[in-house]
């Protein structure tokens, strides 16, 4: 999404940019609406989703591009991260991120059910023990932001595991899934991404033909 632009350019182009796309894109489209109920959840101490795909390395600033190709390559759909980058992307002379509800918009043209939504640590797995791919948002404010997808999870060592566009190929060959591992509390601290309406956002993402749980 958005990385390493300076911040008061960030906020400049921000004020520009809304005061333009308003109109079009009604709070409701932008922001999360769908929230895990309060009852307890139940899922495994531990999943790994069987993944044949390749791990594949960003261009610079696409990662919405490439998490949304991989989630669709996972559901047997043809994708590239650096096509869909150009899909979701604002026209404009210079960058300015994919906001979430243009990965959503693209998910859903491509006959995936894609929600926004927010929760803590326990929903992430619970959706992730579902067999989902989960597009999360990370970062710090202003300063970045980042879209990687979780892919499993392991209690008993406390790690998640993620595709991250930033990462690429992992070489060696890893025994465990995905390309990068996280500690529960380096991605939260990260997941906590300091962006108001944002915080702890993840994007579920499934078949059309399958309803959703929640």
Not at 30 to 45: G, T, W
């Amino acid at each position: 999404m958005l990385k390493y632009i300076p911040v008061v350019q960030l906020i400049a182009v921000f004020l520009f940019v809304s005061s333009l796309l308003t109109p079009y894109f009604p709070t409701t489209d932008i922001f999360p609406l769908e929230y895990q109920s309060r009852e307890a959840l139940v899922f495994p101490d531990y999943y790994s989703p069987a993944i044949t795909d390749g791990y594949y390395l960003q261009g610079y600033n696409q990662c919405a591009g490439y998490a949304t190709a991989f989630v669709q390559r996972y559901y047997n759909q043809l994708a590239l991260g650096s096509e869909n980058y150009e899909e979701m992307s604002y026209p404009l002379p210079f960058d300015i991120g994919v906001p979430p509800h243009r990965v959503i918009n693209h998910l859903r043209a491509n006959d995936l059910t894609a929600t926004a939504r927010t929760g803590d640590i326990d929903t992430l797995k619970y959706y992730l023990s579902q067999g989902r791919p989960i597009i999360v948002m990370v970062g710090d404010g202003l300063k970045w932001q980042h879209y990687m997808v979780a892919v499993g999870y392991n209690n008993i060592n406390d790690e998640i595991y993620f595709y991250d566009p930033e990462t690429g190929p992992s070489l060696p060959l890893r025994q465990k899934p995905g390309n990068l591992t996280l500690s529960t509390d380096r991605f939260l601290s990260i997941w906590e991404n300091n962006l108001p309406f944002f915080s702890q956002m993840f994007i579920t993402v499934e078949p059309q033909q399958q309803e959703s749980e929640v």
